[in-house]
């Protein structure tokens, strides 16, 4: 997995305070969201230029977090409300996920606002030909409207692997079958870390390829993508700046791998 690395860093926006919870840095907070907060509720504190959330232990700190976060929705702090939670996990001492220490569950909307990890899946869904094939995002969807996309991706979900979300995406996104999705083939991770207007993206992608029979179409089935198009190797990097950061992070991926 390649390090955390902030894309921009000398942008306006990256004017932000490390985010600790009993010791751990777990995330980071833009310097106005950080003033909200410590207005808001006593529980936060800045300590040696981070902002502290001061608690006995990291389920008080979910607790918090998931009482605040409704009051941050409504005052227009966070957006794109989906009612369903990631989890926090610890860092591991090399700066990735410990996956065996997960701290607390949040609505993933509010992951972005305090910095925290998040990780998703991205399936490159390819013909034996090599062309592949790339989807368009939903004009309505709160991140990254209208941009380009891969076959399918998105979040994992508190209690969900990473096998779980492929079959799951791969069908709500591009219909495919759960006996064409188990064929996919896990491809190792990379993270991408950026500031957006909503906070700091920093998320694990879990890359999966996806061999596809050369007759199958993909068809979306909950209304989060508004069309399909196949695009041979070669024709890729020209549609990069075309997709969203994450997918054209994966798309690379995939072509650095797949060139001989």
Known sequence: MTAP???????????????????????????DIAEWLLARSSAFQRRAGSLTLQVASFA???????????????????????????????????????????????ERAAFRRFGLTSRAVHINGYTAS???????????KAIDPSLLDNLAAGGISAGETPD????????????????????AVACGAIRTTRCEH????????????????????????????SGFQRI???????????MTPDAAAVTRDFLRRHTA
């Open 60 to 106: 008080e700190a979910g607790e918090t977090l998931r009482t605040l976060a409704p009051d941050m929705r409504d005052a227009g702090l966070i957006r794109g409300w989906r009612n369903e939670a990631y989890t926090c996990f610890a860092p591991s001492a090399d700066g990735d996920l410990d996956l065996a220490r997960p701290l607390f569950e949040l």
């Open 130 to 140: 090599g062309d592949m094939w790339i989807g368009r995002r939903a004009a309505h």
């Open 5 to 31: 690395r902030f894309i921009a860093p000398d942008d306006v926006r990256t004017q932000r305070l490390p985010f600790e919870v009993l010791g751990l840095q777990l995330g980071w907070v833009e310097a």
């Open 232 to 242: 041979a190797r070669g024709a890729l990097p020209a549609h990069l700046a075309n």
């Open 198 to 225: 909503d906070g700091t993206h920093d998320e694990v992608i879990h890359c999966f390829d996806l061999l596809l029979p050369d007759d199958f179409t993909p068809a979306n089935q909950d209304g989060e993508v």
């Open 164 to 183: 779980a979300c492929v079959i799951r995406e791969l069908f709500e996104e591009a219909g495919v079958p759960e006996e064409i999705a188990t064929r």
